[in-house]
């Protein structure tokens, strides 16, 4: 009998881990903070000598986007008075807009605050912070500000320190592989040792939009398309308009050769565009007769609405004129050109369209 002597490394065997990041929607913080009051008010007897203050607040902050955060504020605090023989306790609100400075946990704000102590006033701030993320849910955050007081024009400073407590869904977003290391004892067998095969876990994301196939409802997204967490492409709301703006000859409701361009600019956009309508205008100059220009202005109108509707077949119902004569000018002067910028049809339509969120 043989005795053989025999170490078994099991490099291959994992274990897979899931990763859970938070799509955050809210936060909520309670911090600590130190007022330092205007110089100038320590030596103010209206303003009862108010000093320094100590306080406690909470905040409340809406994700925006990546990069931009609004927040409502409300503190209570304690000041100093009458040189520091008395205090004095007031209250804080307002709101901010907040940048976050990309891949840091730098941030900027902006705000406005109302401030009722000694006295009540309204002040501007700007300030800058940093923020320490502890785990997906809580960080660590502290802050510089300067407060400009809009009523009586002093400016105060602070500073706070605070922790914040995400709200948001839990979801997973990355698998990875853990590697276990086995030594098998030593021992005298007689057996012929048989190896072990070793399983990996593979997780396919084909369209590199962090989203797994697995948990992915939409499996070809553009590569600079933000998506939500089934993988599908996030949207926001475009405004589109186009303007029209025909000229004509002087007690003329004849359309120009050049004019065609842009009314085909316009029928071209209410043919992307189904649901959109056009209120067509037609104006005159103050030259001559007020009753003759109401009326000349209408064949202008309904000379561009012909136009629309025959060349271009746009439905007529999508379609209004209205001749308004001399009543709106553009220019009240009395020159040919204070005249000829008066003689005109024009139109403006808006649409609202659904585009892709790019990255960045």
Known sequence: MKTFKITLLAALISSPLAAEAIDKTWEVGVFGEYIKSSTNKEDQADWQQIEAGRGIGIDLEK?????????????????????????????????????????????????????????????????????????????????????RDVDYGYTDQGIKFGLKYAFGEATKTAVVSKPVEQEVIPASVEKEIVPVSAVAVIITDTDNDGISDENDNCKNTPKNVEVDPKGCPLFLDT???????????????????????????????????????????????????????????????????????????????RLSSTGFGETQLISKGNTKADHKVNRRVVASIEATVKKMKIKG
């Open 239 to 317: 405004a589109v308009d186009v303007e029209l703006n025909v000229s004509f000859e002087t007690n003329s409701a004849q359309l120009k050769t050049e004019s065609m361009v842009d009314i085909q600019r316009l029928a071209d956009f209410m043919a992307e565009y189904k649901n959109t309508s056009a209120a067509i205008e037609g104006h005159s100059s103050a030259v001559g007769n007020e009753k003759y220009n109401l009326t000349l202005s209408q064949k202008r109108a309904d000379a561009v609405k012909k136009v629309l509707i025959t060349q271009f077949n746009i439905e007529e119902s």
């Open 63 to 147: 994700i925006i986007n990546d990069q931009w955060n609004a927040r409502f504020e409300l503190a209570k605090t304690r000041y100093d008075i009458q040189n520091g023989n008395d205090t004095d306790y007031g209250t804080r609100f307002g709101i901010d807009a907040i940048y976050k400075v990309k891949d840091s946990g730098l941030y900027l704000f902006a705000g406005v605050k109302r401030f009722n102590n000694v006295k009540s006033y309204n002040a501007v701030n700007v300030g800058a912070g940093y923020s320490y993320q502890i785990n997906e849910r809580f960080s660590l955050y502290s802050e510089a500000v300067v407060y």
